[in-house]
């Protein structure tokens, strides 16, 4: 089973953060985790993916625009796929779950299954999904692997064949 961790990274932070969601998806050899830039997608990875995770940096209290003109214009079908979202900001406070928000009601115009597991399991708590500012201090990144792990377990619950 496949699982994609797209996002859209301006100086890093958010590369280095889709790279410890996809560490916490790592849950078995029976799953492959990529991560992919929207400018370097790897479209047959995505459209075999079963869970697709997004994230940005968060400009102005919401997502980057970059996200929004990608997630517009994609051609790649994401509709019946699980989504989960996370954001990086420079500050607390900085908009994230906005920006999470809005990222989440593009995924459900899109028909995919919106997932981050809440306040449901153990902690520490995901809400919408993950929250870092900029690369996350030892905390944040155990929030990021984190949700990366439960939306893996969510999709080989509901995927595997």
């Known amino acids: ?50 869970a697709v995770i997004l994230g940005c940096p968060t400009y102005y209290g919401t997502f980057s625009w970059q996200m929004k003109k990608w997630l517009d214009t994609a051609k790649v079908d994401l509709a019946g796929k699980l989504g989960s979202v996370f954001a990086t900001e420079n500050y607390l406070g900085g908009g994230a779950d906005v920006a999470e928000l809005g990222l989440v009601g593009h995924m459900l115009i899109r028909g ?32 990021a692997r984190l949700l990366g792990k439960r939306v893996a377990e969510k999709a080989w619950e509901l995927f595997r064949e």
């Open 1 to 50: 089973m496949k699982v994609s961790v797209v996002y859209h990274s301006q100086g890093g932070h958010t590369k280095e953060v889709a790279g410890i969601i996809a560490e916490g998806a790592k849950i078995s050899k029976d799953i492959e985790v990529q991560t992919m830039s929207i400018g370097r997608l790897d479209e047959d990875f995505l459209k075999e993916s079963k």
């Open 112 to 143: 995919m299954l919106v997932y981050s597991a809440g306040y449901t399991k153990e902690g520490p708590i995901t809400h919408y999904g993950a929250v870092t500012i900029r690369e996350g201090d030892e905390w944040q990144q155990r929030r």
